[in-house]
């Protein structure tokens, strides 16, 4: 949901927004507040969460967080994917108070569409984010976009009974069917 029509909302203005319990993203100057995610949404990103955290912890190559972590990718996109990737290579963009700059992976547990599928997919790629990737527990899929040249094709579709896997983690295999019931 979008709020302040006409105005260009900035990382400072975001920083400054009083906690009052929402989530909010800046995207394009146009901030925007996110409505708390739902049981099943939180299940799922947990279980994402906790899969690559343990993957990483065993075998290194990077940081993974849980939202809500700031994501700012320019002084008027700021993000909060549900899960997030940096790797080693880009560990320098991980700072105290956020991340500046792009992640290596974004995880979102689909919630609006319009927001998740459109507008922060096209920031993403944008900025160049390797990997994203869209759980979509009412599809029972996830699609997983892989930046080549600079752009996202077609996304690579992984159902229920896919084990989804990435180059970014080697060795990590993910059943998809356990990942969109959220480990149950």
């Known amino acids: 949901m ?6 260009i909302w900035t990382y400072d203005d975001y920083a400054a927004l009083p906690d009052d319990g929402h989530r909010y993203e800046v995207i394009d100057g146009e ?5 708390a995610a739902n049981i099943r949404h939180q299940d799922i990103l947990g279980w994402v969460f906790v899969q690559l955290y343990n993957h990483v912890r065993a075998h290194g190559g990077g940081k993974v967080f849980v939202s809500a972590v700031d994501v700012v990718l320019s002084p008027t996109n700021v993000v909060q994917p549900d899960v997030l ?21 974004a995880v979102e547990v689909l919630s609006d569409a319009r927001h998740d599928r459109v507008r922060k997919r096209r920031l993403y790629e944008q900025f160049g984010v390797r990997e994203y990737w869209i759980a979509d527990p009412h599809r029972r899929q996830v699609e997983v976009y892989r930046l080549e040249g600079g752009a996202y094709p077609s996304p690579a579709v992984f159902n229920a009974g896919d084990t989804l896997t990435t180059p970014l983690l080697p060795g990590l295999g993910l059943d998809v069917e356990t990942l969109l019931s959220g480990g149950e």
Not at 2 to 7: D, I, L, N, R, T
Not at 31 to 35: D, I, R, S
Not at 92 to 100: F, G, I, K, S
């Open 85 to 105: 990737f940096v790797s080693d290579a880009d560990r320098e963009r991980v700072t105290a108070p956020n991340v500046q700059g792009a992640p290596t992976l």
């Open 31 to 35: 901030l925007f507040m996110t409505p």
């Open 2 to 7: 979008s709020s302040h029509v006409g105005k």
